[in-house]
């Protein structure tokens, strides 16, 4: 199932909300191109992609953050630091074992993996920015 943007995802912030869209987008993109061939290119590119825009993403939150006085900035930088070693070790992890098979089942738990990455730690925690961000309007 993909994901799908909902209101209350939003932190208030048009960039920040466009930048996390573009994640839904790269993770749903990948669920379907998986379900038609899960091949090893697929899972590295979208692995290789997802660290690549997340880290371009952290940085401009990170900005953000900064501009607007945001108390929990170092926090939250933190936060974004353990994010990256997390799908670091997770693409290490399936990236040098190459005898393991690409089952439904790895699918699944990747997908798992990818949407509690993103929903749960990124956008959850981006939430508490919202505050903040309402009392700059
Ligand atoms: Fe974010």
Sequence with gaps: MPIEWR?????GEPTIDADHKMLIKMIN?????ANIDFTRQLLSDTLKSLLEYGKA???REEML?????YLYHDSHR??????IRDIEAFARTYMTDA????TPAVKMHI???????LINHII?????????VMRQR
């Design 124 to 132: 959850d925690q981006d939430l508490k920015m919202k505050p903040f």
């Design 7 to 11: 209101d209350k995802l939003s932190v």
């Design 78 to 83: 933190q936060e974004h630091r353990r994010l």
């Design 111 to 117: 997908l798992h993996f990818l949407r509690d990455w």
């Design 99 to 102: 005898s393991l098979e690409l």
């Design 29 to 33: 993109d990948f669920e379907a191109q």
């Design 65 to 69: 953050q900064v501009r607007m006085g």
């Design 57 to 59: 993403h952290f940085a």
